[in-house]
């Protein structure tokens, strides 16, 4: 199995020091989110959970982000939940709540797995 680097789930222009975790939201923007100097926690966690998700599962998208079909025009999606060492996250479902047609709403669950010696 393979460990996921901090750039994986973070971007290519992720770094840490001993005192700082520092992501790039220019990483982060690809995934429909626009950087701005006053960008909501909310926006910021949800970019990230679905920048790390890209590792995991998706659709196969082109370097335009298009999503790329087969010959029904289906996307073609993959999963590689089961490629890495301690760490599973998969996208559930989406749905639109009733009171509030113009949002959609992700469920994403996310395992973490830590080996333990029983001595």
């Known amino acids: 199995m393979l460990a996921l680097t901090l750039q994986d789930l973070f971007g290519v222009n992720a770094i840490q020091t001993a005192d700082e975790l520092i992501i ?6 690809v ?3 626009t950087a701005t100097t006053n960008n909501r926690a909310q926006q910021l966690v ?3 959970l679905l920048k790390a998700l ?3 599962q998706g659709i196969l998208t082109d370097e335009n982000n298009t999503p790329i079909t087969d ?3 289906i996307a073609i999606d ?5 490629l890495w060492e301690s760490l599973e996250m998969f996208q559930w479902r989406f ?8 949002r959609v709403r992700n469920e994403i669950i996310v395992h973490h ?3 333990h010696s029983l001595s």
């Open 113 to 115: 797995y830590e080996s």
């Open 24 to 29: 790039k939201k220019s990483d982060l923007s």
């Open 31 to 33: 995934l429909g989110m």
């Open 54 to 56: 890209e590792n995991f």
């Open 46 to 48: 949800v970019a990230i």
């Open 71 to 73: 010959e029904n025009n």
């Open 95 to 102: 749905y639109i709540p009733d009171s509030y047609t113009d």
């Open 78 to 82: 993959y999963d590689n939940r089961n």
